[in-house]
C-alpha cells in the first residue's frame, strides 16, 4: 500500500466558476460535479474535490463513494482523527493501492485543510478530523480541460464539510441545491433520467 505525501495545503475555494465558461486555469481547491448522466460508472453522479490541476494534469478525491473497507491495521493510529461515517472512500479509479489521506488542521485558520503524510504520528501532523482515500481521480494534460469544454462537469465553490460530509451519499444533491436556481432544480432530477 502506498501512502500519498505532501505537505497540507491552505483550502483556498474559487468562487463563481461554472461550466458555462472556458476553461481557465487552475480548479484545484474545487468541486468537479457530474452531470447526469455521466457515461463512467465512476463518476456518475460523483463529487470530486480537486487537490490539483496544473499544466501537468489533474488529481481529485471522489468524496461520495464510502466504501465497505474498514481502515487498514497500519493506519489504526489515525482512527480517532477519522470522521464519520468511518470508511475508507474510493477516491477514484487511479492507483487503487494508494491511500491518500486529506484532514483538518489545526490552527488558527478554521478553514485549512490538506492532503496528510499517512506515515506520521496522528499527534505530530495538527490533524483533527481526517477521510482516508484509496486511489484518486486523474486526467492527463489537458484531459479534463476537455471534459469541461463537454459539458461532463460542473465546477463549483467547494467548502470545507464537503471533504467531511457524514452523509455522503446525499452530497452531490446537496451541493447542487445550495446553488440555487437552474443547477438546485438538476438536484431533483431522479436517478434514471427516463423516469423524468
Known amino acids: 500500500m ?3 505525501t505532501s505537505n497540507p495545503a491552505r483550502f483556498e475555494p ?8 472556458r476553461m481557465i486555469g487552475s480548479t484545484a481547491g474545487t468541486l468537479l460535479v457530474a452531470t447526469p448522466p455521466l ?18 494534469g489533474a488529481l ?6 464510502p466504501s465497505d473497507e474498514d481502515l487498514p491495521d497500519q493506519l489504526d493510529a489515525w482512527r480517532d482523527q477519522l470522521a464519520a461515517p468511518g470508511a475508507v ?6 492507483e487503487p493501492d494508494t491511500m491518500i489521506g486529506v484532514a483538518h488542521i489545526v ?13 506520521r504520528d496522528p499527534l505530530t501532523t495538527g490533524a483533527r478530523r481526517l477521510r482516508v482515500f484509496r486511489g484518486y481521480a486523474g486526467w492527463s494534460p489537458g484531459q479534463l480541460d476537455g471534459e469541461l469544454l463537454a459539458g461532463a462537469w460542473i ?12 452523509e455522503p451519499s446525499e452530497l452531490w ?8 436556481g437552474r443547477l438546485a432544480w438538476l438536484a431533483t432530477a431522479a436517478d434514471e433520467l427516463s423516469l423524468n
Do not use: C, K, W
Open 2 to 4: 502506498n501512502m500519498h
Open 14 to 21: 474559487r468562487r463563481g466558476r461554472g461550466n458555462t465558461e
Open 39 to 56: 457515461a463512467d460508472p465512476n463518476f456518475d453522479r460523483s463529487v470530486v474535490y480537486m487537490v490539483e490541476h496544473d499544466e501537468r
Open 60 to 65: 481529485g478525491l471522489v468524496l461520495n463513494r
Open 89 to 94: 472512500f474510493t477516491g477514484g479509479p487511479v
Open 107 to 119: 490552527g488558527d485558520d478554521p478553514d485549512r485543510v490538506g492532503t496528510v503524510d499517512l506515515t
Open 155 to 166: 465546477v463549483l465553490p467547494a467548502e470545507p464539510e464537503d471533504i467531511f460530509s457524514a
Open 173 to 180: 444533491r446537496a451541493v447542487l441545491r445550495r446553488q440555487g
